[in-house]
């Protein structure tokens, strides 16, 4: 078998182990398909780098999600690099790859403190976003609408209130306009981590009335699909519960 169709292969696996959360698994047919396609890459790379940032998006990926979050911001940083070259000679085909690497490397930033940081790489990703967006909405809206959730968190845990408020209730208003047939699971769930930052937003500005309504909602979509949620939103789910006890007692 040709070693690209063989990296095809294992790249399919290494996806359906991390749907299955077995990410320590996906980890070692990762790092295995990471160094054939850089190995194919080599001398031909323009035929293999959309390849080469697939494999180094999952590696990320798995890498954070078993909190070795410095080595999977390497990876990340390495593939928005790849992207970033792809993006220059083709945007039409390589900028939504380009907004998705560079909303995962905000996330990873976050992971390790790097704030600032993690602010500027999600505001690349909303303008490209944007761009994105105006030229095909039904497209993108989704996307749109959770790397502007994103940026409102950002914001919101470096103190600028009032920047995240204009940026989540932009998000929130994107997620309700999206078509019923686009309501569906992963929609569904980003729209509730996107409650969510809306109601931390609300109860840190003071209308805690609005923001016990809005964790609420949060809890009903997440609760929905309680037995597919991440680990992160889990965590949503959490927070938002505890939003509720806290404010239904103020």
């Known amino acids: 078998m040709p070693a690209i169709a063989w990296f095809h292969r ?7 182990l991390h749907d299955m959360g077995l990410h320590s698994e996906a980890l070692q047919l990762d790092m295995l398909n ?24 999952n590696l990320s990926f798995d890498l954070s999600k078993l909190d070795r979050h410095k080595e999977a911001l390497e990876a990340s940083q390495k593939e928005v690099t790849i992207r970033q070259a792809l993006s220059e ?3 039409d085909r390589f900028n939504p790859g380009l907004a998705d690497s560079l909303h995962s490397l905000s996330f990873i930033l ?25 030229k095909d909405p039904d497209k993108f809206n989704p996307g749109l609408a959770s790397s502007l959730n994103n940026l409102s968190y950002k914001f919101l845990r470096l103190g600028r209130h009032a920047e995240a408020t204009v940026h989540i209730e ?9 078509p019923k047939e686009k309501q569906f699971q992963q929609y569904d769930v980003d729209f509730g981590m996107a409650l969510e930052t809306y109601s931390d937003v609300l109860e840190v500005t003071g ?20 037995g597919m949620l991440s ?15 806290r404010l239904e007692f103020t």
């Open 110 to 134: 976050s992971k390790l403190d790097r704030h600032k940081e993690a602010l500027e790489t999600i505001q690349k990703a909303v303008a490209i976003r944007h761009a994105l967006s105006e």
């Open 231 to 245: 680990q992160v939103e889990k965590g949503g789910l959490k927070l938002s519960q505890k939003r509720i006890t």
């Open 207 to 226: 209308q805690h009335r609005k923001a016990l309504e809005i964790a609420r909602e949060a809890v009903i979509i997440f609760q929905k699909y309680s």
């Open 89 to 91: 000679n083709n945007p």
């Open 34 to 57: 990471t160094q054939v396609i850089q190995k194919l890459a080599e001398g031909h790379g323009d035929l293999y780098d959309p390849d080469h940032a697939v494999a180094l998006h």
């Open 10 to 16: 294992a790249l399919t696996l290494a996806v359906v």
């Open 170 to 178: 932009e998000s929130i208003a994107l997620f309700e306009s999206l």
